[in-house]
């Protein structure tokens, strides 16, 4: 298994929420910000300007076919031209639309048609944060850019061609296309980093380093040491610890500690009893597993899962 799909791997999208807006000269919506949400606009006809709040990014122009990804979370506008007013709370509007898989929303005017397809992806895990902790506010990808990789413009058209017709099932096969559009949407990125590039997505560039994380989210549980680790990507121990260090920003121990804590969180908010969660995560006994998560956490295996319980939707 490549890096990239064993970091990805766990990682499911909570809910999608979508919507197709119709902007008629003069228009305009703002969005406000959400953690842990990656939304995207894909242009399908016609052209605006995306503003992206709390950031130095300049207006981004979009026009027909362009898609512009917000991976953390940003409050931003898109308006038909850079002066108009973003007085449509699309948030507002969202929590009154209809039952249906897909909102259809119209604002403006009577003037020239713009036509967009918006998405929101929530996200809660762990991995995935650390993933969208290094992406920029905003991602602009183009039909000419993306020519390398056909099936992402497919499969947008294809989202596309459901939003807009609202067929039966479209709440179930846009909820399963959402994990392949944001898997691409992270590809195409990754591709745009230079070999040289920092951060944990320029370390995915490096084979080396980039094996080395693909082992040890792959198989978290095993005894990875630096000299196995060192073996297992065909390096001497002393160059693969400082190529690790170097692109991933921590030691390889460290990061191992810290991708196996996360993997209990999860675990343990799914259910699993403490004894599972230390075998799985590669724990000789639950006192040495309890030791390191109380370390990491701040508090004890069992005391986390209750405060997940107590603070979950329905808890008594």
């Not at 910000?33 to 894909?42: E, L, P, Q, W």
Request: net charge positive; with cysteine; hydrophobic share 45%.
């Amino acid at each position: 298994m490549d890096a990239l799909s064993a970091v990805l791997a766990p990682v499911r999208l909570k809910q999608t929420r979508w919507a197709l807006t119709v902007g008629r000269t003069p228009w305009g919506v703002a969005l406000s910000g959400v953690k842990s949400c990656v939304r995207f606009h894909y242009m399908v006809r016609g052209s605006a300007w995306l503003s992206v709040a709390n950031t130095d990014e300049p207006d981004i122009a979009l026009s027909g076919g362009d898609l512009a990804v917000l991976p953390l979370g940003h409050a931003h506008a898109l308006r038909g031209h850079p002066r108009s007013s973003a007085s449509v709370r699309f948030d507002d509007v969202a929590r009154c639309g209809s039952r249906s898989a897909v909102m259809q929303l119209e604002v403006g005017a009577r003037g020239p048609e713009t036509s967009f397809v918006t998405a929101c992806f929530v996200l809660d895990d762990p991995l995935a944060r650390q993933i969208l902790a290094v992406l920029p506010p905003v991602i602009r990808m183009t039909p000419e850019a993306e020519q390398g990789g056909p099936s992402f413009l497919e499969n947008i058209q294809f989202i596309t061609r459901e939003v807009e017709t609202d067929r039966p099932g479209s709440e179930i096969v846009l909820l399963r296309m959402a994990d392949v559009i944001f898997i691409q949407i992270l590809r195409a990125y990754l591709a745009r980093v230079p070999d040289d590039g920092g951060g944990f997505l320029g370390a995915l560039r490096d084979p080396s380093t980039a094996a080395a994380l693909g082992a040890m989210h792959h198989r978290a549980e095993a005894p990875w040491t630096v000299a196995s680790l060192a073996k297992e990507v065909g390096l001497s121990r002393s160059v693969f610890a400082a190529r690790f260090t170097q692109l991933v920003g921590e030691p390889p121990l460290g990061y191992l500690t810290r991708l196996r804590m996360q993997k209990a969180a999860i675990l343990l908010r799914d259910g699993a009893t403490i004894a599972k969660a230390s075998h799985l995560t590669g724990y000789a006994s639950e006192g040495s597993f309890s030791h390191a998560f109380r370390q990491w956490a701040g508090v004890a295996p069992g005391a986390y899962r209750k405060q997940l319980h107590e603070s979950s939707p329905g808890a008594d």
